[in-house]
């Protein structure tokens, strides 16, 4: 099944959300949507699936970071590694046939199980998307994910909030390189290694809530106990309208 990918009318690509349009969807780092997995029902899937978690990148591995991918490059589960799981900046790193969100669009066995009824809003729209398993100390130092114009809109959600800290620069200022109509580069106002210097924790996550995420401002992710999971998921500028309604 292929699900992303979505093609504008002159057959172009549609690839980056408008600035305006991105900022009239972030008004906060993390926005609750209307859609919750239910976490006991995907325990037990991920159960089923404990042996085709993959390392996510092939640095820091004793971070014990692994992926489960939803939407990868062939819809397969056994590629190891799975290009998909990785920082794709460092992928790309010395390489010219680089690889973007957007070039992952086949969705993996594991998207079709029952759990994940309750994302069918956002399934046309899914690109390079995964299940992320950390362990005590797992985590993700301080980054950004995205540019702008944007070429991705994040979801994140875990299922155990009180062990997955996610945090965020206190002033939410971005600090992402936003590139002009006429392709100047603007340099944000402060930079990813600034930010760090300052996160705050977000509290009052929801247990299987998936939330829009703000990428552009620094952030990181540390885990306090051993199989907590974060959905790690990415949509194309195309799904806009739904991520509104879905906000409300
Ligand atoms: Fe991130």
């Not at 990918?5 to 959300?17: P, S």
């Not at 995907?42 to 089923?48: R, S």
């Not at 924790?201 to 620094?218: C, F, H, M, P, S």
Request: aromatic share 10%.
């Amino acid at each position: 099944m292929i699900v992303g990918g979505v093609k504008k009318e002159n057959g172009d690509l549609e690839t980056m959300l408008p600035l305006a349009e991105y900022e009239n969807l972030h008004t906060e780092p993390l926005i609750a949507l209307d859609m919750l997995i239910d976490c006991q029902e995907f325990a037990i899937t991920m159960q089923k699936y404990e042996l085709a978690f993959r390392r996510w990148g092939q640095d820091h591995l004793d971070k014990k970071r692994f992926g489960l991918p939803l939407i990868n490059l062939n819809g397969q589960l056994s590629d190891n590694p799975d290009v998909s799981l990785m920082p794709l900046d460092v992928y790309n790193r010395d390489r010219k046939e680089q690889l973007w969100d957007n070039d992952f669009i086949t969705a993996t066995p594991a998207l079709n199980e029952s759990c994940f009824d309750v994302l069918e809003p956002i399934k046309p729209y899914l690109i390079r998307s995964c299940i992320l398993k950390w362990y005590t100390d797992s985590l993700f130092y301080p980054h950004i994910d995205t540019w702008l114009p944007s070429p991705i809109i994040r979801l994140w959600g875990t299922n155990d909030p009180k062990n997955m800290s996610l945090r965020f620069y206190s002033k939410h200022t971005r600090s992402a390189v936003t590139k002009t109509e006429s392709g100047e580069l603007i340099q944000p106002e402060i930079s990813v290694e600034e930010a760090s210097k300052d996160l705050v924790r977000v509290e009052n996550v929801e247990a299987g809530r998936l939330y829009l995420i703000d990428t552009a401002i620094t952030h990181d992710a540390h885990a306090h106990s051993d199989e907590v999971y974060q959905f790690f998921i990415a949509l194309n500028s195309n799904s806009y309208d739904t991520i509104r309604k879905l906000k409300a």
